[in-house]
């Protein structure tokens, strides 16, 4: 199994311009998960899926930031427009259920400018 | 929410010594689950070890183990014969019964030295 797998691992972008992050989960896990990772706030969760459905998206910052799951193996999220206050590392992870640990990508580090 | 309380921002530990990361939390669930997430410098969350709440038995993963003290709320980390790899952030989170949502501490940076 290839994990969890993101893309790009590196993404800079000018303030105003829209940023597609991708995820493909682990097949069989139906739990996908959105972190974010700053310095100053930690691990926040923005959003997760149930077998593609959008559970619950209480830590989504803003409307300009968006997640779609349309199937089993992808998942984006978008930022649009982006902000410099975006910046931070953004990871996709996947679970097979309650109790089990949390599988991660490799994370997505935006830098906007 | 449930939070989770990482006091030491920083440790430092020699090359084969045994080192003790702490993690407390809040929660008013009585089932729910704990985990130690490692992160080197190449980013990857990795999940280290796992503890279910119900269980009285410490977890223990190799050089790795747990105290796991429920009604105290404690969930400390002990890191066994530390090798120059232990080098990185780890993170105590917290998992409860009704939802799927980690919860993650600050995280304590662990440096191991030669």
């Known amino acids: 199994d290839a994990g969890v797998i993101q893309s790009p691992r590196h993404e800079v972008t000018e303030m105003g311009q829209e940023v597609t992050l991708r995820c493909k989960p682990i097949s069989g896990h139906d739990y996908l998960f959105w972190y974010r990772q700053t310095m100053m706030r930690g691990l926040e969760l923005l959003i997760y899926f149930n077998n593609n459905v959008p559970i619950d998206d209480s830590g989504m910052p803003e409307d300009r930031f968006s997640a779609k799951m349309p199937n089993a193996s992808f998942s984006t999220l978008k930022i649009q427009p982006s902000e410099p206050r975006d910046s931070a590392v953004y990871f996709c992870a996947t679970c097979q259920g309650l109790g089990y640990g949390y599988t991660f990508g490799s994370g997505t580090r935006l830098t906007v400018v | 929410a449930q939070t989770v309380t990482q006091s030491q921002p920083e440790m430092s530990v020699q090359e084969a010594e045994t080192v003790t990361l702490s993690c407390t939390y809040d929660?008013?669930?009585?089932?729910?689950?704990l985990f130690w997430y490692k992160q080197p410098p190449s980013r990857q969350m990795i999940l280290v070890i796992r503890?279910?709440?119900?269980?009285?038995q410490n977890a223990t993963e190799n050089r790795f183990s747990v105290n796991f003290q429920k009604a105290a709320k404690s969930f400390s980390l002990k890191i066994s014969d530390s090798q120059l790899g232990d080098t990185a952030m780890y993170f105590c989170?917290?998992?409860?019964?009704?939802?799927?949502?980690?919860?993650f501490g600050k995280g304590t940076s662990l440096l191991v030295t030669p």
């Open positions: 989170a917290f998992m409860g019964n009704s939802g799927y949502a980690l919860n």
């Open positions: 929660t008013s669930e009585n089932n729910y689950y």
């Open positions: 503890q279910e709440a119900y269980k009285q």
